[in-house]
């Protein structure tokens, strides 16, 4: 499903970049919406784009772990080793900053995120954008593709159909290498601390990363890091979400009588009330195939025109952590109004 790289878009984007412009480039888990991560003014272009608050801090992008060096000091060795195991891949470390990592890439923060995107056309780009540079380490800052509020995007179609491309929209080029085969935005794990601590789940497990760093790894506490992935009120739909155990999902549907109804649901949920489901989506059994999907899905049940969206619960279990954790996300935004990144 992925595209083979177009390199000659890739010359393009590398010029935008150089020119302080605003790339939106697939990755292996969402679009992200790049600039020159050593231009102050191009990344609080990306802050402009989205609408977000800055103090927000952004991801930088690296070709690989030799870039660990520039942009955080004092990197540990687990560091290294989950660098080693998981780059290039769905994995953010957070680090003491360098110098280098401007107070706008970071929100002011003492810390830097720092990832090595696995995607052939996020690797083109930085390969490209490193060769421009003639430096190994030069990053692209990016976060989510989306509008502050919104859900991330896995297609070229939903950052269109959100930021948009220039003249009418906000992003200067959008790159399509088809969608997203994670789907989910990647784990964040924070080395900073005294011991390690999971800031957000992703397709990286936490029992994988323990694995690695032999030693267990709880959630970060109250006293975290600022995260805005951490809100609840994050990567919500506009329609009010429900989340419902699979048991009494029937129930629910017939409780519900006289509302249009979007439901995603595994494929053995039956329901004699079909009059008020105008969108009957099927869930996956497998939690990989679920995660790439999930964000497609969010688009569609929220477009679907209905007044109430129900999933039924995946299951609980230590493979559908991330999932779950998007979900109840979604759930807290699509109930209360959506207010977060
Ligand atoms: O998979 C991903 O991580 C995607 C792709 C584009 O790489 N990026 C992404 O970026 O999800 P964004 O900005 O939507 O979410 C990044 C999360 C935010 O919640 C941000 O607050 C957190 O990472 N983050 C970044 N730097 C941090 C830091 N120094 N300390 C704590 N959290 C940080
Ligand atoms: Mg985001």
């Known amino acids: ?20 412009g605003l790339v939106a480039v697939p990755t292996e888990t969402v679009y992200g919406l790049a600039a020159d991560a050593d231009s102050p003014a191009a990344v609080r272009a990306i802050f402009a784009a989205k609408g977000r608050p800055a103090d927000h801090p952004l991801i930088v992008h690296v070709a690989g772990a030799e870039a660990l060096s520039a942009w955080a000091r004092d990197v540990p060795p687990a560091a290294h080793a989950l660098a080693h195991a998981f780059w290039p891949g769905p994995l953010t470390l957070v680090l003491a900053k360098s110098g280098r ?13 720092i990832r090595s ?4 056309w996020a690797r083109a780009l930085l390969a490209a954008w490193t060769a421009k540079r003639a430096d190994a380490a030069a990053a692209l800052a990016a976060p989510s593709a989306n509008s502050f509020g919104r859900v991330s995007p896995t297609t070229a179609a939903h950052v269109r159909a959100d930021l948009g491309e220039k003249p009418h929209g906000r992003v200067d080029l959008i790159l399509d290498g088809g969608p997203c085969p994670v789907g989910i935005e990647s784990t964040i794990v924070d080395l900073s601390g005294a011991a390690p601590r999971l800031l957000r789940p992703g397709a990286v497990t936490r029992a994988q990363i323990e ?9 970060a506490g109250g006293d975290a890091p600022r995260a805005s992935g951490r809100l609840q009120k994050h990567y919500a739909p506009r329609t009010p979400l429900e989340l419902v155990e699979p048991a009494r999902l029937h129930a629910r549907v017939n409780a519900l009588r006289g509302t249009r109804l979007a439901i ?3 494929p053995l949920a039956l329901f004699d009330r079909t009059a008020d489901i105008v969108l009957r989506l ?3 059994a497998a939690a990989d195939e679920y995660a790439r999907r999930l ?3 969010l688009h569609e049940l929220d477009a679907a025109g209905a007044e109430r969206i129900l999933i039924a619960w995946p299951p609980d279990a230590p493979q559908w952590e991330a999932v779950r954790d998007r979900l109840r996300r979604a759930q807290a935004g699509g109930v209360e109004g959506f207010d977060a990144d």
């Open 1 to 20: 499903m992925t595209r083979g790289v177009d390199h000659a878009a890739i010359a393009r984007a590398v010029e935008v970049l150089a020119a302080g």
């Open 101 to 113: 990592a401007h107070d706008v890439v970071t929100g002011g923060q003492d810390t830097v995120g």
């Open 117 to 120: 995107p696995a995607h052939p």
């Open 211 to 219: 694995a690695v760093l032999g030693v267990p790894l709880p959630d």
């Open 264 to 266: 995603l649901a595994p």
């Open 282 to 284: 099927i869930a996956p």
């Open 295 to 297: 964000y497609a899905f």
